[in-house]
């Protein structure tokens, strides 16, 4: 692989970044993928604190480069009425559980990027971070370029790929609407103005003046090939480590990705009902019974915590009606492997693409 400058400077061999995967993963895979030549990422906004800790210390510690990944929204108000009303329209599913509707446990969700989280970046100065949902404040953002870290975000439009630039990104995660998992998008929820990633790549290229990364159901050579004919500086790939050995998908979930990728074919939906944000994941009983994009879903990430605990309680069973496997529309490509497997695979596109 030749030098470029993303790769040259992330200190990687491939300009190929694991997308972070919440639930999925931990240090193991991170640290496997950038064993492998690629960037590994740790899902910092969905560890508590002290487990965060014990994983960026592993991280720090294997003297690899790796990416922190950390979520930017705004803590929404509590809604009391919406809240009640959601409550109520899952009381049914909770009933057929055996669960008490009116003893849902309370849930910290997704972490938005804090003081706390500041001060862990200063303490174990990843070499990379990188934010969904926009940018930290300025004074944060400062602080995190003066631990010496390269700053990446994501953007689902052009004009959010703009903002990113003028706000101080180094480079621009272009994420397709076909990617797995949340939609980054932070300008405006309209699901409308978000395009597939190889309309919205060649977009953003023409746009900014920074790297651009492009992730989006690549998750394979040939997807890394098209990418970098489409101007990216890199890749982002998620959903192909998913049935990594290393990765820590639950049984249910990697039993339902390889039955989707022995079918040939994977059906995803984008959905709110489990945190309130859009996004993409395999289809279950709430998204045909509820419709996935229901607007009773309260605000992110206040969803989460009745829909985490049916889908807690119907896992116990070795039932999956209530789960939320996220993955990308190129889930059919994933497959159970070492990570450092995967990341040549992948790589073979970079050397193709010479």
Avoid at 90 to 104: N, Q
Avoid at 137 to 146: C, D, F, G, S
Avoid at 329 to 338: K, L, Q, T, V
Wanted: with cysteine; hydrophobic share 50%; net charge neutral.
């Amino acid at each position: 692989m030749p030098a470029t400058p993303l790769n040259t400077r992330l200190n990687i061999r491939y300009p190929l970044i694991q997308a972070p995967l919440a639930g999925a993963q931990g240090s193991a895979l991170a640290l496997a993928v950038s064993r492998a030549g690629g960037l590994g990422s740790l899902p910092a906004a969905a560890l508590p604190p002290a487990r965060l800790r014990e994983e960026m210390q592993a991280m720090r510690g294997s003297g690899l480069p790796w990416n922190a990944n950390f979520f930017c929204h705004a803590a929404p108000q509590p809604d009391a009425p919406r809240q009640a009303a959601w409550h109520a329209l899952l009381k049914p599913y909770f009933d057929e559980l055996g669960l008490d509707a009116a003893h849902i446990p309370s849930g910290p969700g997704r972490q938005p990027f804090d003081d706390e989280a500041a001060a862990l970046v200063a303490e174990f100065r990843p070499p990379v971070v990188s934010f969904h949902f926009g940018l930290p404040a300025p004074q944060a953002l400062e602080r995190i370029k003066r631990a010496g870290a390269f700053v990446l975000s994501s953007a689902t439009t052009v004009e959010e790929a703009l903002w990113l630039q003028a706000h101080g990104a180094d480079a621009i995660i272009a994420q397709g609407l076909e990617a797995g998992g949340h939609r980054g998008h932070f300008l405006s929820d309209d699901l409308t103005r978000q395009a597939g990633l190889f309309a919205l790549l060649p977009q953003v290229v023409a746009a900014v003046r920074v790297p651009v990364i492009a992730a989006g159901g690549i998750a394979t050579a040939a997807g890394v090939r098209a990418a970098l004919a489409l101007g990216a500086a890199g890749v982002q790939a998620g959903t192909a480590y998913l049935c990594a050995d290393e990765a820590a998908t639950s049984p249910l979930y990697r039993a339902a990705l390889l039955a989707a990728a022995a079918s040939g074919q994977a059906h995803t939906a984008l959905t709110t009902l489990m945190t309130g944000r859009p996004a993409r994941g395999l289809p279950n009983r709430l998204t045909r019974e509820l419709g996935p994009l229901n607007p009773a879903a309260p605000a992110f990430p206040l969803a989460a915590p009745a829909a985490a605990w049916l889908r807690a309680a119907a896992e116990k069973q070795g039932r999956a009606d209530f789960s939320f496997f996220w993955c990308g529309e190129n889930a059919s490509a994933c497959r159970s492997a070492p990570a450092a497997h995967i990341t040549q695979a992948l790589a073979e596109g970079f050397a193709a693409a010479r």
